[in-house]
């Protein structure tokens, strides 16, 4: 069974950065589309951004889109997410989670297969 485990969130300020990653074990992520959420307190779990079984595509919300970049690189079986021009509204647990073979973008939560534990990011202002 693969299991998912983020890293690289943190404290930054306004206008900072961050790379998360995705590490995959037990498995590799090869066979897997990619996905990151994020929930902030009180909040649903949203979708931010999605990359494809095999990379050619990806997918991001438009809240994100210009500021964050994913991508995947199955040799080191992990999976990246880079954020960029952070604001106060990113703030939230950062979850990936993967979903088996598929290509297209994937945006709902409850169709990935695997999650992470989630890693905290928090913007301050």
């Known amino acids: 069974q693969v299991q998912l485990v983020e890293s690289g969130g943190g404290l930054v300020q306004t206008g900072g950065s961050l790379r998360l990653s995705c590490a995959a074990s037990g498995g590799t992520i090869s066979n897997y589309a990619m996905g990151w959420f994020r929930q902030a307190p009180g909040q649903e779990r949203e979708f931010v951004s999605f990359?494809?079984?095999?990379?050619?595509?990806?997918w991001f919300a438009n809240s994100v889109k210009g500021r964050f970049t994913i991508a995947r690189d199955n040799a080191k079986n992990t999976v990246y997410l880079q954020m960029n021009s952070l604001k106060p509204e990113d703030t939230a647990i950062y979850y990936c989670?993967?979903?088996?073979?598929?290509?297209?973008?994937?945006?709902?939560?409850?169709?990935?297969?695997?999650w992470g534990q989630g890693t905290q990011v928090t913007v301050s202002s």
């Open positions: 989670a993967a979903r088996f073979r598929t290509n297209l973008p994937v945006l709902n939560a409850p169709s990935y297969d695997l």
């Open positions: 990359i494809s079984w095999s990379g050619s595509t990806t």
